[in-house]
């Protein structure tokens, strides 16, 4: 089965713009996690799908949105922005519902600089 | 879902030897996770144990839980230079916290040939 892929592999943009980053999980899988990693606050979770509802959000900003199609594959927009926002964007995808601490399968991650 | 703390930061060994890294969480768990990145690059799963065990196994790894110490400690015996990379726990305590996995700032291992 192939992996959790995730395009663009990277990416730079600058203060102000939007971008989107794509998301496609394993084949069969239901639930798509989205996370940030910085040098400075790590890993952070973003937030997850499941049947094209979004069924928890982290503590980030509403300029961070998602979605999901019926195929289970996952978008993530962020608008406006910000030199903070520069990050590993990771997404990662499970079998079933998602929760109590299910495996997730993480992508290679998307590199997004801002200028 | 909760952080799990690991514990050294950093560990520099030797080709050959063990490795030991150590988690500690707060809260009463459902499960704990260990995951292996490698700089840069997606997360790998490496061993899930679940509250009710104590020890597992996987290759050169080893997974022990202590849920009376809240605490967990991953082995890599005869470490290689590929061992090389940062390792997370990530302690879940079930529930409905769809989809979250908390990390925390990772053990970094650096392996010399």
């Known amino acids: 089965k192939a992996g959790v892929t995730q395009t663009p592999r990277y990416l730079i943009k600058t203060r102000g713009q939007q971008v989107t980053l794509s998301c496609s999980p394993i084949?069969?899988?239901?639930?798509v996690s989205w996370y940030q990693q910085t040098p400075g606050q790590g890993l952070q979770f973003l937030f997850e799908?499941?049947?094209?509802?979004?069924?928890n959000k982290g503590n980030f900003p509403g300029r961070f949105s998602g979605r999901q199609f019926s195929n289970s594959r996952s978008e993530m927009n962020v608008s406006t922005l910000e030199l903070g926002d520069s990050a590993l964007y990771l997404c990662?995808?499970?079998?079933?519902?998602?929760?109590?601490?299910?495996?997730?399968?993480f992508g290679p991650g998307t590199r997004l600089l801002v200028l | 879902s909760q952080q799990g703390e690991e514990d050294p930061q950093a560990l520099s060994i030797q080709e050959g030897e063990n490795a030991t890294m150590n988690c500690s969480y707060k809260?009463?768990?459902?499960?704990l996770q260990w995951y292996r990145q490698n700089s840069g690059r997606g997360l790998v799963h490496l061993i899930l144990?679940?509250?009710?065990?104590r020890e597992k196994h996987s290759g050169r790894l080893r997974v022990t839980l202590d849920t009376s110490k809240k605490s967990s400690s991953l082995l890599i015996t005869a470490s290689r230079a590929a061992d090389t990379a940062s390792y997370f726990c990530?302690?879940?305590?079930?529930?409905?916290?769809?989809?979250?996995?908390?990390f925390g700032q990772g053990t970094i291992l650096t392996v010399h040939p």
């Open positions: 084949s069969g899988h239901r639930s």
């Open positions: 799908y499941f049947s094209e509802t979004q069924r």
């Open positions: 990662a995808s499970s079998l079933n519902s998602g929760g109590a601490g299910e495996t997730q399968y």
């Open positions: 990530a302690p879940h305590a079930g529930g409905t916290s769809y989809g979250k996995l908390t």
């Open positions: 144990i679940r509250s009710n065990e």
């Open positions: 809260t009463s768990i459902n499960n």
